[in-house]
């Protein structure tokens, strides 16, 4: 984005950013997309709370994307994995405790450095998360079934593009 609101898209065309008016009132299409926004992350919401009981029944469903970054990344410190999800390292040590006690994960010494340790899935762990997410790709395979293969890959390539314009960085493709 350049300082007078302008950018290039892959295209090379010019284009310009939305501008709020005084009044806090963005254009109708900004309008509909934070309506729509705001009913996918609701249900996204209470799906990972019926995910996480899935995996476990105990389980906590801001617990649950942890297990997932875990089963696509593998082994990683706890710090990385409180920066990925943007919380403290006390809500990440309270949230990895409570996993230790389900036997979902497990820690281990860090061999580059001794004085970290490294957080990584149980088989249990594993075998219930990859269960559960297999389950959800069957589910949005039948809603979805009626797209277009080309449409559901669109689809995927905006959210990508929206998720890091909203982050401010390129997200990591495991």
């Known amino acids: 984005m350049h300082e007078d609101g302008t950018s290039q898209d892959g295209t090379g065309a010019v ?13 109708p299409e900004f309008l509909a997309l934070e309506r729509e926004l ?10 990972q709370g019926e995910m996480a009981r899935e995996v476990h029944p105990d389980l906590e469903p801001a617990a649950y994307g942890l ?3 875990l089963e696509e ?7 990385d994995l ?10 990440m040590s309270r949230q990895l405790r409570a996993l230790e006690d389900l036997g979902l994960v497990a820690r281990e010494p860090d061999p580059a450095d001794g ?3 490294l957080v990584h899935l149980t088989e249990e762990g594993g075998r219930r998360v990859a269960s559960v997410r297999v389950a959800r ?12 293969a080309r449409e559901v890959a669109e689809l995927a390539r905006l959210l990508r593009e929206l ?3 909203i982050s401010g960085r390129e997200e990591e493709t495991p």
């Open 15 to 27: 284009r310009t950013a939305p501008v709020v008016d005084g009044g806090g009132q963005a254009p």
């Open 73 to 79: 990344c593998g082994r990683q410190r706890a710090t």
């Open 163 to 165: 998720n890091q314009g």
């Open 115 to 117: 004085r970290a340790w």
């Open 82 to 91: 409180a920066a990925f999800v943007g919380v403290g390292k006390a809500t």
């Open 38 to 47: 705001t009913v996918l992350m609701r249900r996204a919401r209470s799906q």
């Open 67 to 69: 297990l997932v970054r």
């Open 137 to 148: 790709r069957a589910r949005y395979v039948r809603k979805l079934a009626h797209w277009d």
